[in-house]
């Protein structure tokens, strides 16, 4: 599967921004999919998730800040993310995602990432 994700800028806090990631070479409508973000230093980690049945999840540093949607016939998983803060300055990247042992892991490979600057 490839992945390539869009959409990333730079924006003041509070602000929002809505990237995109666009999957080729699977049947997507069967997919699970995640948004991931790594920040400077830091390790990636998985910010929000879709289920192939429109079930989602965040963590708890972006939740009731930012909405995972999909669209099927798209080929498309978003990420709406509203009332921006500094610290979610990261390179953003979407995946597919398995569960095990109740855990979420990325299966595919890592595509581009799009770069997302919260800064006044």
């Known amino acids: 599967v490839q992945l390539q994700a869009f959409g990333g800028g730079l924006v003041q806090p509070g602000g929002s921004l809505r990237l995109s990631c666009a999957a080729s070479g699977s049947i997507f409508s069967i997919d699970h999919m995640g948004w991931y973000r790594q920040a400077p230093g830091k390790q990636r980690e998985l910010v929000a998730h879709v289920t192939n049945d429109g079930s989602t999840g965040y963590a708890n540093s972006v939740k009731g800040r930012f909405t995972i949607s999909r669209d099927n016939a798209k080929n498309t998983v978003y990420l709406q993310m509203d009332s921006l803060k500094p610290e979610d300055t990261a390179v953003y990247y979407c995946?597919?995602?398995?569960?095990?042992?109740?855990?979420?892991?990325?299966?595919?490979?890592w595509g581009q990432g799009t770069l997302v600057t919260v800064s006044s």
């Open positions: 995946n597919v995602l398995q569960l095990r042992r109740s855990t979420w892991l990325p299966f595919g490979s």
